[in-house]
């Protein structure tokens, strides 16, 4: 590798990503349900409904509470630990009362107009039979009825549910409410946890090859998560704009020296704007690796021990 090549090659070699997002604010007030802490001691952990730090449940004479992250059952199950912190909450139909039971928040600082992302994990008890569950947010629906069987030991259930907040839509009050109703005429349990309720996190993860000899094809290709909507791509070669490169790969062919250097690429949703960059060095040839040597060098260690026991 000449020596102007091994300069430019500690230049170009960082890997930056520029985001125009600030970290959202989870505006659910405890969401893992820590607060208050229940201890083993405490078993089975039922709480009054004034005593869940930020949420309300109704009716508050129905079995609702929350369970540590022992190994006790029901709750907990076997090979099914809680997904967030050590606690999670519960509701329990009784078949002799048949009234849906809810765990609501009202919720505040919500922007008019501005995308948001409802994430939680729901699971159900073991053994037992399921349970149909509802969210709203105010007269927002953001769930429809949906039934959550008996899960077993498998994990919990993630779901993730966007959506546009307007004071139109949501009404007078903007009170969260998860509320579920039995499936079977028998005792059931449906439980909640690690509830999030902020704006989406657009990111974006660049793949390729940051080193590769000339003549050969580049394609670095892009992975968003929480995209809200569809993206639009723009790519740039050391900050200048590449025409027509509006896509969600970027592909070099035949590749040469003086392609070396940063691309980045522009992404925007209806969410978000964000700009990550990418760094490509290009040679004349690559230089020869250490990994098959030491590959080769572990091979011979290999014979030579099984030479070794053959011939004890």
Known sequence: MKSSNVGKFFLVTVLTLISSMVSAQNLIVNGSFEEPV????????????GSLTGW?????DLGHGVN???????????????????????????PEVATPIAL????????????????FHAATRPAY????????????ELLSETRLNDT????????????????????????????????????????FDNIQLRKPELSVNISGPTLIAQGNDVILSTELTEVTGDASYQWYYNGIELEGETGATLTLLDAMIEDSGVYSVEI?????????????????????????????????????????????
């Not at 760094?279 to 590959?295: F, G, H, K, N, Q």
């Open 38 to 49: 229940v201890v083993a001691d405490d078993w089975p952990g039922y709480l009054d409904a």
């Open 56 to 60: 309300t449940i109704t009716p508050s």
């Open 68 to 94: 540590n992250n022992s190994d006790v059952e029901p709750f907990h199950g076997g090979g099914r630990p809680i997904p967030d912190g050590n606690q999670v909450v519960f509701l329990q139909y009784q």
């Open 104 to 119: 609501s928040q009202v919720i505040e600082g919500l922007e008019e107009g501005e995308h948001y992302l409802l994430f």
């Open 129 to 140: 039979p399921g349970m149909d569950f509802t969210v709203n947010l105010g007269n927002l």
């Open 152 to 191: 077993g030991v498998q994990p919990y259930e993630s779901f993730v549910i966007p959506f546009v907040y307007t004071s139109e839509a949501v009404g007078d009050t903007s009170e969260l409410i998860f509320e579920a109703t039995w499936v079977q005429n028998a005792d059931s349990t449906i439980l």
């Open 268 to 312: 925007t949703d209806d969410a978000n704007t964000i700009t990550a960059a990418f760094t490509l060095l290009v040679v004349e040839s690559l230089p020869i690796s250490t990994l098959p040597v030491i590959a080769l060098f572990v091979i011979a260690l290999m014979l030579i021990g099984t030479a070794t026991l053959r011939r004890v």
